[in-house]
């Protein structure tokens, strides 16, 4: 099938390249043309494990390409996915102008049956609103084609792009009519996973269900782990416990410093905004927003309480990034950290495998380290913020004999608490147990 994607950030390019893997023939189309261009070459403009193999296989097949001008391209295929941004507008709600955009270019574009699908994250009734200005921009030139809005929301996560848009949990296709329902059954019909039909607003409405559900398991745990503090139990094993039961599960319970990326926190705020312009109030999702506003500050007063003032005290940050396996910054709790250390006159030295570059242009204040061993020479305090492989396995011994205070604070317990302190560290986790 003949299909166009328009966006093609993380999930575009994402999106581009699976369905061209299924066999599609695909054609990615964005505003900016550096980025069509580099795609075009088969370099992706942001790192994500795999994708680029699988691009560069996918344009050598011939059956993906990339475009900096929409319009030829919407009207050569059958089936058009909008994958732009809609990020936090000032009022927390979701701003949806590129989303507008898209549709009026389809509208203006479109010369036979087309499905309209939006995977991009969008409230509850925006696919109503895109079917009136197609059909207005229809209208305003005279032409009467056939088309249908589909929501077909993305779950993807990154550092699992691929992964997750292969072989997803599940896919959810809110669809109106019998036609356009065909047309998404035979774009998917090789993807092994249950497929969940559903209305439009179903389907806008399970997006940001699924992300404030799982916003509300982490603040949940973290607001545990400030009372696990209190009490002397540890959080690790407390969630370990709850998840044992079938119906909590494991999955995101990790205490740490809070959750940050490009999709929970303004998703929190789009449903928040999306409940008070309906007269509705959601008190658990307001506080699942206030314990992650907070929750760096929490961990932050933890470090003050073992170090006392931190003016001139040299600390060293590891990990940058909102979560490893991704060069994004956006969101990062480490951000927020960084941010308070450089106010309170810390010096401040930072390592992150992927994310320096772009936190460098944001915070070029910090000193940043060729790896994690010279970020960490002379510190008096490691913060580790990001819990990325490569510096859970770093040589801790080694460390420990570069460092000028032996003293860890793990923001994601993600180390080896017994280990650490064998190799002569003072550590502390997030909510395990008192303050020793
Ligand atoms: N990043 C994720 O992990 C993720 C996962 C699931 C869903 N989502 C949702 O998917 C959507 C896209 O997210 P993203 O992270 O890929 O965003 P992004 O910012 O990485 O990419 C958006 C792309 O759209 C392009 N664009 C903007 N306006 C355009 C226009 N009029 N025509 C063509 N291109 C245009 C931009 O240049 C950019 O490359 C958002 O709604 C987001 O909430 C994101
Ligand atoms: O137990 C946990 C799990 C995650 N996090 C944090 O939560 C944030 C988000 O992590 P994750 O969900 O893995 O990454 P995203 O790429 O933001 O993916 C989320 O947001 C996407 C965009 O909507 C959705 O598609 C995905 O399903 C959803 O998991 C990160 O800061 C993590 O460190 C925790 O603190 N504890």
Known sequence: MKVCVIGTGYVGATTSVTLAALGHD????????RKAELLGRGTLPFFESGLEDLLREMIAAGRLRFTGNGSQAIRDCEVVFTAVGTPSAP??????????????????TITDYTVVVNKSTVPVGT????????????????????????????FLREGKALEDALHPDRVVIGAASQRAREVMARLYADVVAPVLWTTVRDAEMIKYASNAFLATKISFVNELARLCERTGADIAQVARGMGMDGRIGQ????????????????????????ARVNGERLGLLESVAEV????????????????GDLAGKRVAVLGLTFKPGTDDIREAPALRILAA?????AQVCAYDPQGMAAV???????????????????AEAVLLVTEWQELVELDWQRAFGQVKEGIVFDGRNA?????MTAAGWRYYGVGKGRLR
Not at 127 to 138: D, N, Y
Not at 251 to 274: E, I, M, N, R
Request: net charge negative; proline share 4%.
């Open 26 to 33: 695909v054609v990615g189309v964005d505003a900016d043309p």
């Open 91 to 108: 009022d927390g709600s979701a701003d949806l102008t590129a989303v507008w955009e898209v549709a009026r270019q389809i509208g203006r």
């Open 127 to 154: 696919g109503e609103r895109v079917e009136e200005i197609v059909l207005q921009e229809l209208q305003g030139r005279g032409a009467d084609v056939p088309f249908d809005v589909v929501s077909n929301p993305e």
């Open 251 to 274: 999955a995101f319970l990790q205490a740490g410093v809070g959750y940050g990326g490009s999709c929970f926190p303004k998703d929190v705020d789009a449903l928040l905004h999306l």
């Open 292 to 307: 992650n506003r907070t929750q760096t500050g929490w961990y932050l007063e933890k470090v003050r309480r073992v170090l």
């Open 341 to 345: 250390l450089l106010d309170e006159g």
């Open 360 to 378: 460098r242009k944001l915070v070029p204040s910090v000193v940043y380290a060729s790896d994690a061993y010279a970020a960490m020479e002379r």
């Open 415 to 419: 180390l080896d608490a017994d280990k």
